[in-house]
């Protein structure tokens, strides 16, 4: 892996500044890539992870899977390995058979340090609670999977998630999750380092609503043709939202890029 942008980062030692100055490929290590995306020390930052082909698509036969490669696995494991809470759309959980976030020895002291559970919890967001919570994701996980809904979530999917022991967090008055309700309703709970793993109609939503901090993009050395979406879908917003490139990486050919939000469209 190599970093193209900015050519002079600053590293945790001289050989690895001297390295990323003269944008040397070589293998970095998960504890060197946790620092690299540290989450700001202070308030409650949403972060995105998503990879898309070189055409665009968010998928390839409903899966993504396929787009992604070692170093973007390795990263979106160093993703989660930082967050407080993964925030996923139900239909990415129905697509992908989501399960809960895995322990990784390499993580669990700093984990511990930062004051934060052994893995991060997964918050599922639906409306229509049509979820299977007789998957591994409701009964197996260290820490308990959420659900986030709005207060009109329909009574049969609710008292399916009483039943099988499942939180259900209400962020929003009507029938779905307010996005600009999500930070807060999270902080409520102590989870301040967030990170969304999408999919693009929830990202989507996310973005258009302003409340995205952070945009982690890898973009694969693949094209699929075809109709999948983009990584974020939905109406367009009325104005572009403004962000700014932080880090450029790559490695065999897959560009990991990361955007900042710098500011909010003109009114
Ligand atoms: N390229 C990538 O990095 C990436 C990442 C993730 C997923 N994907 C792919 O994306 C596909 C799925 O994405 P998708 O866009 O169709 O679906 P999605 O965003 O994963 O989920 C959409 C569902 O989330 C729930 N939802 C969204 N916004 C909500 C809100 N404001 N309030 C309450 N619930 C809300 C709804 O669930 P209910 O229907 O239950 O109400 C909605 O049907 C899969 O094929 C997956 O492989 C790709």
Redesign the pocket.
């Known amino acids: 892996m190599r970093r193209l942008f900015p050519p002079q980062a600053a590293g945790t030692t001289p050989a690895a500044d001297a390295d990323r100055q003269h944008g040397t490929d070589r293998e970095w290590d998960l504890l060197e890539l946790a620092d690299a995306y540290a989450y700001p020390a202070e308030g409650s930052w949403l972060r995105a992870?998503?990879?898309?082909s070189a055409d665009g698509a968010?998928?390839h036969g409903?899966?993504?899977r396929p787009?992604s490669g070692p170093a973007d696995m390795r990263v979106f494991g160093v993703l989660r390995a930082l967050a407080d809470v993964v925030i996923?759309?139900?239909?990415?959980?129905r697509?992908?058979r989501y399960r809960p976030a895995r322990r990784r020895e390499e993580f669990v002291e700093r984990r511990r340090a930062a004051g934060q559970t052994t893995v991060p919890a997964i918050a599922v967001?639906?409306?229509?609670?049509?979820?299977d919570f007789s998957l591994p994701l409701f009964t197996e996980p260290a820490v308990p999977t959420l659900v986030?809904?709005?207060a009109n979530a329909p009574h049969p999917g609710l008292s399916a998630a009483a039943e099988a022991g499942v939180r259900v967090v209400t962020a929003?008055e009507g029938?779905?999750?307010?996005?600009a309700r999500l930070k807060p309703a999270l902080a409520a709970l102590g989870y301040t380092r967030l990170l969304t793993?999408?999919?693009?109609?929830?990202?989507g939503?996310l973005a258009a609503a302003g409340v995205v901090d952070e945009l982690c993009l890898t973009t694969a050395p693949r094209v699929t043709v075809g109709t999948a979406?983009r990584?974020m879908?939905g109406p367009e917003s009325g104005t572009p939202w403004e962000f700014e490139l932080t880090d450029l990486l790559e490695d065999s050919g897959f560009l990991l890029s990361r955007y900042r939000q710098v500011r909010q469209p003109a009114e």
Do not use: K
């Not at 639906?126 to 979820?131: E, P, R, T």
């Open positions: 992870n998503m990879v898309a968010a998928h409903g899966r993504s787009l996923v759309g139900a239909e990415t959980v697509e992908e967001v639906s409306a229509s609670l049509h979820l986030l809904t709005g929003g029938a779905g999750v307010d996005p793993e999408g999919g693009p109609r929830l990202l939503q979406p990584v879908s």
